[in-house]
């Protein structure tokens, strides 16, 4: 008697970065066809490759099957349930890769102090092209960090027009927001999924950060804030010019739009790659993470082989 469909083998799943970034869908039923994803609405069923996905968001009013949450499991894909109008957002997924190294790597930087800065710095050090980070404190970074938001919230105001005061929205009651506020929470919810779904698909953790920490998504904050100055602090001003009639779909189309064209999935990778193991090559940690091996800890940094009954003669 069959238990169900037969899991993909990882080489038959599509790469995380050349996935679709993601597919937001709500007021609609979600359900299995063979490999693919069914969306049923009222104006009929949409099919999409569970494969080829790296998150899905589903929205209010949304209801999906048993069978279409294992295919996105099996292949590799992040759920994302989002409130309304994109404001919070509750994940998970399975990993796309059998080994642990990245995620060993991740979690021996960030128990050790000075390692934990170092990655730190060089996270700043990609958001500050040309700057010298080296001596920097955590205070230090931050302030810098904070120094560089707000200048470009202010050159963004200046450049569309559009009055700014602050960072300032309600979970609880999203209309409470001015239109900047309200195309920042739903561009940044989008690109948190992106991102959490890139997380997961490598093996690492998403709540091991190095910058923020204490939250179960702490690593998904720090490598978005990676992409936010150039990407969705820029659009939220732009979109709040254009004036659309709802300006948090208005948000997440343009935030796909520009993941399709910008390869952001391949940078993603590249960058949380080149930062818990920065002197590997690209083709060594994609052999490396696709080795379905289970070893067994034999002190110090030395490895036996699993599966195998070892006694007090062996």
């Not at 609609?28 to 066809?33: A, E, L, M, V």
């Not at 920097?136 to 938001?149: I, S």
């Not at 379905?292 to 002190?299: E, F």
Request: net charge negative; with cysteine; proline share 4%.
């Amino acid at each position: 008697m069959a238990t169900g469909a037969r899991p993909p083998d990882l080489p038959d799943l599509v790469r995380v970065q050349d996935r679709l970034t993601f597919v937001y869908l709500e007021r609609c039923h979600i359900h299995r066809d063979a490999n693919a994803i069914t969306s049923t609405d009222d104006r009929g069923t949409v099919h999409i490759p569970a494969a080829a996905l790296g998150a899905l968001l589903l929205g209010p009013g949304t209801t999906v099957s048993q069978q279409a949450m294992l295919l996105m499991a099996e292949s590799g894909s992040t759920v994302v349930w989002v409130g309304e109008e994109g404001v919070r957002y509750y994940a998970h997924g399975r990993s796309l890769a059998h080994s642990s190294r990245l995620l060993e790597a991740q979690a021996k930087l960030v128990t050790n102090q000075s390692r934990r800065l170092a990655v730190a710095r060089e996270m700043y050090t990609m958001r500050f092209p040309g700057e010298d980070t080296s001596g920097l404190t955590m205070q230090q970074l931050r302030g810098r960090e904070g120094a560089r938001v707000r200048r470009a919230y202010r050159e963004h105001s200046q450049r569309t027009g559009i009055r700014w005061t602050r960072r300032d929205y309600d979970v609880d009651d999203f209309e409470s927001s001015d239109p900047v506020n309200k195309a920042l929470s739903a561009a940044n919810t989008s690109l948190y999924g992106v991102v959490h779904s890139v997380i997961v698909a490598l093996g690492c953790s998403p709540g091991l950060g190095f910058v923020h920490t204490g939250h179960v998504r702490s690593f998904v904050y720090d490598v978005a804030d990676l992409y936010k100055a150039d990407l969705t602090i820029p659009l939220a001003f732009d979109l709040a010019a254009e004036e659309p009639f709802d300006i948090a779909a208005a948000a997440r189309h343009a935030l796909r739009d520009h993941f399709h064209g910008g390869a952001f999935l391949d940078r993603c990778v590249r960058d949380i790659r080149h930062l818990l193991l920065p002197d590997e090559t690209a083709d060594a940690l994609e052999a490396g993470m696709s080795e379905n091996v289970v070893s067994l800890w034999d002190g110090s940094r030395r490895t036996v082989a699993g599966g195998t009954s070892y006694d007090e003669d062996t």
